[in-house]
């Protein structure tokens, strides 16, 4: 189907999605359709004239088609450039086949400045963006505009894209003269036009840089007392892009630096102008974030900003009274020391020169909203109400806005309004050593806590958290000489730094078990303030909380809890008396110790951590009892009775309950208990210890029991709940082998889905622990998470009881690989592999090769969206020849090419047992399918090839219609996406069936 039968075909779709799209988008179409020279200016003005956009969409079509095939291939070139890719995925069919480039501007042909305006119209579009005063101002000087015309380009109905194809238009109507003086103005600025900043302007924004260059140098370090330079001790995080767009093509994501997150791949919403970072606690958001801010300020990236302003989002909470946006970003980010109208004048007028960073949205106490409509910049509106519509746009549209959260707090409402998505994703193996170095300026001091940390594989996966990552190396001296005694869970490390802390105070070397039992009263004060703010979402506390916790000054020096400079006047002294603890996971860490400890803490606050989340929380409380899905009568008493409410943590934040849920099930462990043990309330921490215990392993088995039965002649399979995860780490937590065994044994599924579940290396370090007490092989499935080369290494004391694991999408590299075949040797379970959309290259065919030269039940490989190429082909070529079992091998998307497809080609004459080959997406050509036809005419095994979207035509295919007429064995050869027309399709396909297009 050529590009004019495709526009008849699918005319009513085509207006459906312009008709209903936005009026920028139709223009945008229209520049690029005036630049090819494809209307004509009386063309041009007819389509645009009708109102209705549906009206003006036909006689679009109208034009176009009417001027044959090339007008129509551009037409739908222009169409791909302007609208998301997901909108026409099913316009464009298979059997399309587009131009490969849009035609380039001709200087020879652009005699005139008007036609050189016309060109580029495009981009000249693009460069006016946002800076039309500056070039009306010049025109308007030449006597070229009238201020009549200025004020009618300039009018608030316009867009201001749609104010610069206005200028473009009145340009062209003044004549060549005015067209050559705008020419000469855009061809003298190299990149978009800026205008040229006035006095007041210029020195605000000296004044905002150097108020965030100062604001963002330190980091606060654990002792609340000393400063650490961000400069010194900043690691890159991986930060992956989603990418929907190309996902038909099985690229679902990708990696970019901090510098290049406004690049133009993995957007999601052209319209929107808001990045949204998200990742768990302590994965580094705000410090990325903090780097953002230090690079701008020192002028070391993100310069095509004007103007950056930096909040946090859990200081919002606590403006108690209705701003302006004025006021959001004078009183309560930076203040010009004089013209404050004008510099706001210039930010209301030149939004594409601000960057808003919002650090936490998901400490906001309320869930993002888009009801109440705020478009006014001088009219006050609660806090909270203001940025969510600078977020919508309703208010200085065309800022760039960066915004970081935990997943938990992102909506589908929310989503509508982000022009694309970033997940942090911790520490590469190669930033933890990067960070310990830099934190230890001793080179052999540096290397010898590497060491001991990479040789110790759970701890190794807990340091892939930067958070995690910062207090293992500030405590490696104590985890050092406590080697033999510990266990590497995260809340041992939580401990080592309390024990920290606590040596930091009391200058002593006491035991920890001494150290701790000396400071329980200001444990249990500051863990009272803890969960008492985790149960109000409150994460800043006033002198008159601290009061109420019975946090004294003495309390405050050790350091867990650090002054907070909130928004309020500098003038205002009591305002810097507001503390927080130094990280959201140390509250959660308080929080559990108080849990823990206290024996006035009622066990209905033990339920309420650890429940379902979407319960009714009306369902919590029973006049005879607790609810029924608690495992054990908890009869109340009196007092326990009347603090139920204080108790129930109802409002608390469910990614904090999961946190400190952890930490409670870490400290109820049989060490921990025992570490504490001295303390009077051993028993109570007994008892404790027994209800979780039983919660945990009926909440899994529950949910196993939830599992439908197998459909007829299918295997039976789980995809886990969100909570499946968090109960396995808590049950990790307590290192309890026999609950472990009590919460799998019930598990009888063959097949473990857990994609998309945020699946990093301490989680894999969990799920390792529990499921190799399986007591049958199963399937586990963990595509498109955080594994990576880390979470292989946890992954490995499990891998005996899965028959197949599956990683895509994990940013596994061959060093994770090597790792995952060592132990595959020696599983007599493993039977299948799938590493799709990986970071592996040629140098892990080695192992794979071994791989299957060595195990003789291997069924499945599956290495897809890689980067092999004929080397790695080769190789893999080369055990497939001595393998005896494997029936499936996925290399598509890959590059192979001849020499390689030669190898695979060849390797069929001798494997008898191989019945699938994929190799679309190889770039292979013709005489590859020489060898591919020699290789099947003694080969009785295999069943599917499959060579789609390669550069095959008639010639290549035809070696397959002359050798499938002696095999027999062949079921289908895929052939679609190559070079062949529809007529030649039409014909080879009545020749031979089995060949599928």
């Known amino acids: 189907m050529n590009a004019d039968q495709l526009l008849k075909a699918q005319r009513h779709k085509l207006i459906m999605i312009l008709g209903r799209g936005s009026v ?147 340009t062209k109507a003044k004549g060549e003269d005015t067209a050559q003086v705008l020419l000469d103005y855009i061809e003298s600025e190299p990149g978009p036009i800026k205008p040229i900043l006035g006095n007041a302007c210029l020195k605000y924004q000296e004044k905002l840089s150097s108020t965030l260059a100062a604001q963002s140098r330190f980091l606060t370090n654990y002792a609340g007392t000393e400063n650490m330079c961000l400069e010194d001790i900043y690691v890159d995080c991986l930060l992956e892009v989603s990418n929907t767009a190309a996902a038909q093509n099985g690229c679902l994501s990708f990696l970019v630096s901090l510098e290049d997150i406004f690049g133009p791949d993995g957007i999601l919403n052209k319209d929107a102008d808001t990045v949204l970072i998200t990742g768990e606690a302590g994965s580094g958001k705000s410090t990325s974030l903090q780097q953002m801010q230090q690079l701008w300020a020192t002028k070391q990236a993100f310069q095509d900003f004007t103007f950056v302003f930096a909040f946090s989002c859990r200081r919002f909470n606590f403006i108690d009274k209705p701003i302006s946006l004025q006021m959001l970003l004078f009183e309560h980010c930076c203040w010009p020391d004089d013209h404050q109208s004008e510099v706001f004048q210039y930010l209301l007028d030149h939004p594409e020169e601000v960057m808003f960073l919002f650090d936490g949205f998901d400490e906001f106490k309320f869930q993002f909203t888009d009801e109440e409509r705020h478009c006014s910049p001088s009219k006050p509106s609660s806090p909270l109400n203001l940025i969510f519509n600078l977020l919508q746009g309703n208010l200085m549209k065309n800022t760039k806005k960066v915004m970081t959260s935990r997943p938990n707090a992102v909506t589908a409402n929310l989503r509508k309004y982000l022009q694309k998505e970033i997940t942090l994703k911790g520490f590469s193996p190669e930033g933890i050593g990067k960070f310990i170095r830099k934190c230890h300026r001793n080179s ?145 860490f308080f929080a559990a110790l108080y849990i823990t400890l206290n024996d006035d803490v009622a066990q209905l606050t033990l339920y309420s951590l650890f ?37 129930l943590l109802q409002e608390a934040e469910t990614s904090n309950l999961q946190i400190t849920a952890s930490f409670v099930s870490g400290l ?49 399979s789980m995809h886990a709940l969100p909570e499946f995860v968090w109960w396995i780490k808590c049950i990790y937590e307590m290192q309890d082998s026999d609950l472990a065994k009590e919460a799998v044994s019930k598990l009888q599924v063959n097949h473990l889905k857990l994609t998309y579940c945020g699946v990093g290396p301490v989680e894999c370090t969990a799920l390792a622990y529990a499921l190799k007490h399986l007591k049958s092989p199963v399937g586990l499935q963990l595509d498109y998470n955080s594994v990576g080369d880390l979470g292989i290494e946890q992954l490995l004391p499990c891998l005996d009881i899965c028959h197949s694991i599956y990683l895509r999408g994990n940013d596994i590299s061959d060093q994770g690989v090597s790792k995952l075949v060592e132990r595959a040797l020696d599983s007599c379970n493993l039977q299948k592999i799938a590493l799709f959309h990986n970071n592996l290259t040629d140098a892990c065919a080695q192992d794979f090769a071994k791989l299957l030269k060595h195990k003789n039940n291997f069924l499945a490989l599956r290495l897809g969206n890689n980067h092999l190429t ?113 007529e030649e399709i039409e014909e080879m396909t009545r020749v031979e069936r089995r060949l599928i297009f």
């Open 611 to 647: 429940k379902h989340r979407q319960e009714n929380p009306s369902l919590c409380i029973m006049s005879a009892g607790c609810y029924s899905g608690w495992p054990f009568n908890c009869h109340l008493s009196h007092e326990e009775d009347k603090r139920r409410n204080e108790t």
């Open 870 to 982: 004929a080397v790695g082909a080769e190789v893999l070529a080369e055990g497939l020849k001595q393998n005896n079992s494997i029936q499936y091998l996925g290399l598509v998307g890959n590059n192979v090419d001849s020499h390689g497809a030669k190898a695979l080609a060849l390797m069929l004459k001798k494997n008898t047992v191989l019945e699938e080959l994929c190799l679309q997406e190889n770039c292979l050509v013709d005489e590859d399918m020489l060898h591919f036809a020699e290789g099947l005419q003694n080969n009785t095994s295999l069943k599917v090839l499959k060579l789609s979207n390669n550069r095959i035509s008639r010639k290549g295919m035809e070696f397959f219609v002359n050798t499938l007429k002696h095999n027999v064995t062949i079921e289908s050869v895929w052939l679609g996406g190559n070079l062949v027309t529809a």
């Open 24 to 170: 920028e988008i139709f223009e945008s179409i229209l520049d690029h359709l005036l630049a090819w020279d494809l209307l004509s200016w009386e063309e041009y003005e007819h389509v645009k004239s009708p109102e209705v956009l549906s009206h003006s969409s036909r006689n679009l079509l109208d034009v176009v088609t009417l001027k044959g095939t090339r007008a129509c291939e551009l037409f739908l070139l222009a169409l791909e450039d302007t609208i998301h890719t997901s909108q026409l995925a099913d316009l464009i069919l298979s059997s399309y086949k587009p131009p490969e480039k849009s035609p380039e501007p001709s200087a020879s042909l652009a005699t005139l400045p008007s036609q050189s305006l016309q060109q580029h119209r495009p981009n000249i579009v693009r460069k006016l963006h946002g800076h039309i005063a500056a070039v009306l101002e010049i025109l308007h000087s030449y006597g070229h505009f009238s201020k009549y015309e200025c004020d009618e380009v300039q009018l608030p109905i316009y867009t201001p894209s749609q104010q610069a194809r206005k200028l473009l238009d009145l």
């Open 668 to 716: 109820l462990s049989s060490r921990n208990r025992d570490l504490m043990g001295k303390t009077t309330l051993f028993q109570k921490q007994s008892k404790k210890c027994r209800l979780v215990k039983k919660y945990l392993a009926k909440c899994i088995q529950k949910h196993f029991l939830s599992i439908p039965p197998a459909v007829g002649g299918e295997k039976k």
């Open 444 to 588: 052999s001091s540096a290397e010898r806590i590497l060491c001991f940390v990479e040789a110790n594989s759970a701890l190794h996966g807990l340091c892939h958290v930067p958070f995690f990552c910062w207090i293992v190396s500030k405590c490696h001296e104590q985890l050092m000489q406590n080697v033999s005694d510990f266990t590497h869970t995260m809340t041992d490390v939580y401990l080592l730094i309390l024990e920290h802390f606590l040596l930091h105070l009391t200058q002593n070397s006491r035991g920890t078990n001494e150290v701790l039992l000396s400071h329980v009263a200001t444990i249990l004060h500051l863990g009272k303030l803890a969960l008492d703010g985790l149960n109000t979402c409150c994460y800043l506390f006033s002198a008159v909380q601290l009061q109420d916790a019975e946090v004294s000054e003495e309390d405050i020096s050790l350091g867990f809890l650090v002054c907070s400079h909130s928004f309020s006047h500098a003038h205002n002294a009591v305002s810097y008396r507001n503390y927080e603890f130094f990280h959201i996971t140390v509250q959660c």
